[in-house]
């Protein structure tokens, strides 16, 4: 596995913006795929954005046209860009990364959205 620190989170009220980072502590080999996920409580972690090598990206439609994911090869590093954010995007927002060998998990950062 490979140590995943993440950045960004934050408390937010309700149309504004906020960029979560996450930097593995290694190069990170393709194939890959780059993921951020969310939890609120008493409800399972769900995918919100993922990012292959190739540059293939997918949202969960709550999020299509409002987050961006973008990531880094050298160092390997995954952004989540969130725009009008709204208050049902409050969670904890994990980044991951998957490879062939790996599947790593941030320790988490809380979003909080108010109204």
């Known amino acids: 596995q490979v140590e995943l620190v993440e950045s960004g989170g934050g408390l937010v009220q309700a149309g504004g913006s906020l960029t979560l980072s996450c930097a593995a502590a290694a190069v990170i080999s393709r194939p890959y795929t780059m993921g951020w996920y969310r939890q609120v409580p008493g409800k399972q972690r769900e995918l919100v954005a993922s990012?292959?090598?190739?540059?293939?990206?997918n949202y969960v439609d709550s999020v299509k046209g409002r987050f961006t994911i973008s990531g880094d090869n050298f160092p390997s590093s995954v952004f989540l860009q969130m725009d009008s954010l709204k208050p049902e995007d409050t969670g904890v927002y994990y980044c991951n990364f998957k490879t062939l060998a790996i599947n790593s998990w941030g320790r988490g950062s809380q979003v909080t959205v108010s109204s």
């Open positions: 990012l292959t090598s190739d540059g293939t990206s």
